[in-house]
């Protein structure tokens, strides 16, 4: 993905600091993924509760730190910089999911809390 976000221009090129920031939202992504990824094949019932509880327990402390990082971004409606970037792009594709009821058992209102998630 970085690869091709920089041919693209969603990644950049000589900025270390604004790409480390990006590294952060994306391996952000991807803790909440490996989350997810492992109620994946538990029994339905199971499976249900397990994700009730990643709405309740551990999400939260995801969503937080991304709502400050966007705010701290100066509510740019962007994580980094003033432009999309393949930070924005990961984190759009779950949360998408997410508020569409793709991931049964979390509820589509989980990102309520979060205006600056909800809104980007």
Known sequence: ARYCGKLGGFYPKDDDFAAAKIDEIIDTATDITVHISKTMRMAETEKLEARKQLAKDTFPMYFKALEKIMTQNGSTGFYVGSKMTIADLAIWAFFR??????????PTNTLDPYPQLLAN
Not at 97 to 106: A, E, M, S, V
């Open 97 to 106: 999911n997410l508020i569409n009821g793709k991931l049964d058992g979390i």
